[in-house]
């Protein structure tokens, strides 16, 4: 792997840690960090899923150890980057990635979280019971992931990456 990839890998990390600290808003009982998602987003398109993923799981990891995220940060952000990464790899088009991180954290993740959640944290929850808080964080972090994106495009900047 590149040491250039690397180093933008490890900035993403910092954003998607920083930016959880920073940006969020209240998701009925829960709170919304779409951070992570965006950021999971723009992975996927840049990288391809591995490194989406990686980028979702060390970002969970410090996040976890710094006590500003919860042992939920690992389905919801490497769940949505793994599919993100899949989609786009596969049709190329951006829409897809932000489909695939909404679907990923939003749907499946959200559903893996309640046995997750009971055999790691203790938390007895019903089945829907994650789902609207992830549905609006990966929603908004997808949309803002994908004008990020285009934004990137217009200025080449995914050139230089490589």
Request: hydrophobic share 60%.
């Amino acid at each position: 792997m590149k040491t250039k990839k690397l180093v933008v890998m490890s900035m993403f990390v910092a954003l998607a840690v920083a930016g959880s600290a920073f940006v969020s808003f209240p998701a009925g009982i829960a709170r919304a960090y779409p951070i992570q998602h965006a950021i999971n987003v723009i992975a996927a398109v840049l990288f391809g899923p591995i490194p989406a993923v990686t980028i979702a799981f060390v970002t969970g990891v410090v996040r976890v150890l710094t006590g500003t995220g919860s042992l939920l940060a690992f389905p919801g952000g490497m769940i949505g980057a793994l599919l993100a990464g899949l989609l786009y790899k596969m049709s190329g088009r951006i829409g897809l990635a932000a489909a695939g991180e909404i679907i990923g954290t939003g749907i499946i993740a959200s559903l893996i979280a309640v046995p997750y959640a009971k055999l790691l944290m203790g938390t007895e929850t019903a089945a829907l019971f994650f789902m609207p808080p992830f549905l609006v964080s990966s929603i908004s972090g997808a949309i803002l992931g994908v004008v990020l994106v285009y934004r990137l495009e217009k200025t080449k900047a995914k050139e230089l990456l490589y």
